[in-house]
């Protein structure tokens, strides 16, 4: 049976400290199917037929590669699993997407829609709104908020522990945010919830990754913010995305203080290198006016040293004979 195989091999990922969140539900996924097939070993058809199921290209190529991987390694055991070709549904293109950066009348609506969560009179409707804003207000990614524990809530911010760079950091919170946290966790002691972890289920248990996942695709579906499955639109991480634009947007000043901001921004994000943080940065309205505007100032302060020194700035590049 393969998912006895599947689950073996997940159990060694997690014992070598990788999180394997998402890999270890499409394997499972694939290991069901499979089994219902009665297949012993890994077979290149059953892989490209799963993986086929997929709503988008994209899921498709994921679905074929997380399997390709696990075939690999189990070759290295048993030579009898197949290893499906890695481009059965074409290359991905290595060109970075365009992240969706949350609107306020986004955010509202997302909010709102989690407020709608049944059991009406539930902690699961504050659970999700608190989550959902929490990220929004901090940029945290999802897996650091599913972490935290009551005592991480200090009266100086969150203590995030064991980040993604095996790093702690402790994230300052504005005040609004901190009693929203606050009215968050009496909330959740009226309902008797006792489990140590901050963000807890209906039940009062640590909320799942999957679990998570699964009510947002549901929220922007359903409010109108994404389309149906496999089609582009907002994701959970573009929360975090949406933090460090709006933040960027609210720095003004000249250069050097741009880059205290960018590097601060980095700390707070919790990332090794400051180009990690450029990579969740795009234009947005706001930022390209600021850009122009640094851009007619430094032309126009190049103008002025010109014509002290009586050379005119070109405005216009001098054509190149082909």
């Known amino acids: 049976m393969l998912a006895t195989v599947v689950s073996r091999y997940v159990e060694l990922r997690h014992a070598m400290g990788f999180k394997f969140h998402a890999q270890s539900g499409l394997l499972r996924g694939f290991a069901a199917f499979a089994d219902a097939r009665e297949d012993g070993f890994i077979r290149t058809q059953s892989v490209i037929d799963w993986a086929g199921h ?58 709102a829609a989690a ?38 809530f200090t009266d100086d911010g969150l203590l995030i522990r064991a980040t993604k760079f095996s790093k702690n950091r402790l994230v300052p919170l504005h005040e609004t ?29 640590r909320l799942c990754y999957d679990t998570v996942m699964s009510v947002f695709l549901k929220l922007v579906r359903s409010s109108g913010l994404r389309e149906g499955p496999g089609k582009p639109g907002p994701r959970i991480h573009d929360l975090r995305h949406t933090f460090a634009v709006r933040s960027l947007e609210q720095c003004t000043g000249d250069p050097r203080s741009i880059a205290r901001h960018v590097l601060a921004l980095s700390t707070y994000l919790g990332h090794a290198h400051v180009a990690d943080t450029y990579w969740y940065l795009q234009g947005t309205p706001i930022l390209t006016a600021q850009i122009a505007a640094a851009g007619e100032v430094l032309f126009a302060q190049a103008q002025i040293r010109s014509f002290q020194s009586g050379h005119p700035v070109q405005t216009l590049a001098r054509p190149v004979a082909v």
């Open 177 to 205: 945010t901190d009693l929203a946290l606050r009215a968050y966790l009496a909330r959740r002691a009226r309902v008797g919830a006792c489990d140590s972890n901050f963000f807890v289920s209906a039940n009062g248990h």
């Open 54 to 111: 997929a709503p988008s290209g994209a899921q498709r190529r994921n679905r074929l590669l997380t399997v390709r991987r696990f075939a690999l390694a189990m070759q290295a055991e048993d030579p009898q699993h197949e290893c499906p070709p890695g481009d059965v549904f074409g290359r991905e293109s290595p060109k970075r997407g365009i992240r969706h950066i949350y609107s306020r009348s986004d955010l509202s609506t997302l909010l």
């Open 115 to 152: 407020a709608q969560l049944e059991p009406a009179r539930s902690l699961r409707p504050a659970t999700y709104v608190t989550l959902f804003a929490l990220l929004a207000a901090t940029g945290l990614r999802i897996s650091e908020a599913l972490a935290l524990t009551i005592d991480d």
